[in-house]
């Protein structure tokens, strides 16, 4: 994108209409710039209605490396002069850090941040699930798997095995696995991915979102991504949804559900793990199939909860049905970090809750995410 940024540029405006023009590289030097810098940024300059602008622009997005620059290019350009980071699209993580910081940005998938022009354009989440990005049920659990795969090879130096033997390799930069038989009689069992048609259908999904690649024959296929898990994880979340299903389950507590396949979830597991205080009932989240086996005098239906639960009855708990296996992936974290049992997992905390409207809670389960990679 950096190497053909103006011809990128023309195809924005002609698809949306915006008044960026006369880009062309930079005409000054900036001496603070790094040659690393130089090699992962191109600066160009141009105007916006009328208004100087002094684009930075990336292949690799790393938002803390980007503020870095653009605080270098802000010490020698007039202060009139607006500077605008400049990406092929966002991820949510990605998106949260650069509003937060007020930093503008303009997205070759047609978002735009200008606040010193009023101008604030943002995809919704209903547009992407009507352009079919969402991804699967059986495509998330193999991402999943992968990522708190990568993940165990940079905590440990060792992936996830099962009966001593591992799936995957790390090969210099690249992470490896195959498909075959020892995958789906393995670890595919486990997470249940336990079948060719399964795997295909989940590896198509990661395929056809970029996320993986491919390379060989049928037989012997194998499928490659860059490894680093913090990378992976910030390249799919925009794909990814809660894997829990949209109603929660009120139960009356003297019913005793199956402890056995029940995992402290919602605000329970939240509340755990992080510095929010939660006095409500408790969350669990089980196999759909046993909410079914329930006698319907024992559960009622209830839209999720806010965080604010006023009611501190203890006759009832919250029960909310998985999309998938969670106690399974759990257990993997577990395996891999110390981390509660019988909890949902913090990535998959994470999905439950990037959506919520409180503050509150954003920050701390940013906090939580951020927590995984800062301890490598």
Aim: hydrophobic content about 40%; glycine content about 4%; proline content about 3%.
């Amino acid at each position: 994108m950096t190497t053909d940024l103006t011809s990128n540029i023309n195809n924005l405006q002609a698809k949306y209409g915006f008044p960026l023009n006369n880009i062309h590289s930079l005409d000054f030097e900036v001496p603070q710039l790094t040659a690393i810098d130089r090699r992962l940024f191109s600066l160009y300059q141009g105007s916006i209605i009328n208004r100087k602008v002094i684009l930075v622009a990336t292949d690799q997005l790393n938002v803390k490396k980007a503020v870095n620059i653009i605080s270098k290019v802000h010490n020698v350009i007039d202060k009139n002069t607006d500077i605008v980071l400049v990406v092929d699209k966002l991820n949510g993580i990605d998106r949260k850090e650069l509003l937060k910081r007020i930093t503008s940005f303009i997205t070759l998938d047609g978002e735009f941040f200008l606040p010193s022009l009023n101008i604030q354009l943002h995809p919704s989440q209903n547009q992407i699930k009507n352009n079919n990005m969402v991804m699967s049920t059986m495509g998330q659990k193999l991402f999943m798997l992968i990522l708190m795969d990568m993940f165990a090879y940079e905590k440990n130096q060792k992936g996830i095995a099962v009966s001593n033997r591992n799936f995957s390799k790390i090969d210099n930069r690249f992470y490896r696995f195959k498909g075959g038989t020892d995958f789906l009689s393995g670890i595919g069992k486990v997470v249940g991915i336990n079948n060719r048609v399964s795997f295909n259908r989940a590896i198509t999904d990661l395929i056809s979102h970029k996320l993986i690649q491919s390379s060989g024959e049928t037989i012997n296929k194998e499928y490659y991504a860059v490894f680093n898990s913090e990378g992976f994880f910030k390249s799919g979340e925009q794909y990814l949804q809660s894997p829990i299903k949209n109603k929660e389950f009120q139960i009356d507590s003297t019913l005793k559900i199956s402890i056995e396949n029940a995992i402290i979830s919602g605000y329970s597991a939240l509340s755990k793990v992080t510095m929010l205080a939660y006095d409500g009932p408790m969350t669990y989240v089980i196999p759909s199939s046993e909410i079914k086996t329930i006698s319907d005098e024992f559960v009622t239906k209830i839209t999720p909860t806010g965080f604010n639960h006023d009611n501190s009855d203890n006759n009832f708990l919250i029960v909310q049905a998985e999309k998938y296996d969670l106690k399974v992936f759990n257990k993997i974290f577990t395996s891999i970090t110390k981390y509660p049992s019988k909890t949902v997992d913090p990535l998959h905390l994470y999905l439950m809750f990037c959506n919520s409207q409180d503050d509150r809670i954003l920050g701390e389960i940013d906090d939580l995410l951020d927590k995984i990679w800062s301890e490598l």
